[in-house]
């Protein structure tokens, strides 16, 4: 899903699995945990797929409808709320 050239230089865009990345959304930031992204192999920029996209909205939704209730490693989705100050 990944292999792509980057947008921003010549480098390709390869597949990269991380323990945990932050996506900033309008009811704060939250983390999916073990994931596959896409990491320019030249400039380091992130990249996601729509799947990952989508997912990262669900937990965002799912986080505001419980006001942070949700407690970390819990259901389909593994998320916690992250206050940060910058992105990424
Ligand atoms: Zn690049």
Known sequence: ???YRCEFCDGIVQSTPVKSEAFKHREGTVSLEDLVIGVCER???RYYSAAVLHK????????SRHKG???LGEGPLEFQKR???EWP
């Open 1 to 3: 899903m990944y292999g």
């Open 43 to 45: 400039c380091g920029r």
């Open 56 to 63: 990262a909205h669900e937990a965002a939704v799912d986080l």
């Open 69 to 71: 209730r949700i407690k």
């Open 83 to 85: 206050i940060r100050n």
